[in-house]
T-cell receptor, first 110, second 113 residues
Framework: RKEVEQDPGPFNVPEGATVAFNCTYS??????FFWYRQDCRKEPKLLMSVYSSGNEDGRFTAQLNRASQYISLLIRDSKLSDSATYLC???????????FGKGTTLSVSS | EPEVTQTPSHQVTQMGQEVILRCVPI?????FYWYRQILGQKVEFLVSFYNNEISEKSEIFDDQFSVERPDGSNFTLKIRSTKLEDSAMYFC???????????FGQGTRLTVV
């Protein structure tokens, strides 16, 4: 079983749309959870951490369900600049490696 | 502004040659990581480095790989005898304040021919 699984997409949406990405992870001992964004041939950039209570950063909302080992990212009012690959990332205790999903590709069109 | 600076940005090398990839942290941090990403595939962990020692390594990080921080600043990844399948983007990253998240450099694209 893959450690972090994501629907690869692509998700093709018009500007202004709301889009949701899902992710599942296999290691129940995982302690930290993140969404990273990666543009083509660039480095991954931290988008937001994900907390059990759910958290929001502007148009982005992340949710974590530890019981189901499930993470989600909701993007509201999509912009052209949101086009990228979104990487679901989990981590064990501090100092251990980040484990990446393969990513979900989003394409926002005008 | 990148969290860490990686050089070179692109390196082409012949199979069997040794390559050294470099990473220079902007600030004084203790945790560093090397990851790689083969084109079209996911980002894979190679090795973590804490306080000038390897703290964790993956199955990918075999005897042909080594890491050093020779002068307390620059952080290097050496691949001793490159193979075609070593062609990938190699990312250096530093740990965040609580060493949970990681912040990546812009990467070195390694092409083995």
């Amino acid at each position: 079983r893959k450690e972090v699984e994501q629907d690869p997409g692509p998700f093709n949406v018009p500007e202004g749309a709301t889009v949701a990405f899902n992710c599942t992870y296999s290691n129940s001992a995982s302690q930290s959870f993140f969404w990273y964004r990666q543009d083509c041939r660039k480095e991954p950039k931290l988008l937001m951490s994900v907390y059990s209570s759910g958290n929001e950063d502007g148009r982005f909302t992340a949710q974590l369900n530890r019981a189901s080992q499930y993470i989600s990212l909701l993007i509201r009012d999509s912009k052209l600049s949101d086009s990228a690959t979104y990487l679901c990332v989990v981590k064990g205790q501090a100092g251990t490696a980040l484990i990446f999903g393969k990513g979900t590709t989003l394409s926002v069109s005008s | 502004e990148p969290e860490v600076t990686q050089t070179p940005s692109h390196q082409v090398t012949q199979m069997g040659q040794e390559v050294i990839l470099r990473c220079v942290p902007i600030s004084n941090h203790l945790y560093f990581y090397w990851y790689r990403q083969i084109l079209g595939q996911k980002v894979e962990f190679l090795v973590s480095f804490y306080n000038n020692e390897i703290s964790e390594k993956s199955e990918i990080f075999d005897d042909q790989f080594s890491v050093e921080r020779p002068d307390g600043s620059n952080f290097t990844l050496k691949i001793r005898s490159t193979k075609l399948e070593d062609s990938a983007m190699y990312f250096c990253a530093r740990g965040g304040a609580m060493n949970t998240e990681a912040f990546f450099g812009q990467g070195t694209r390694l092409t083995v021919v």
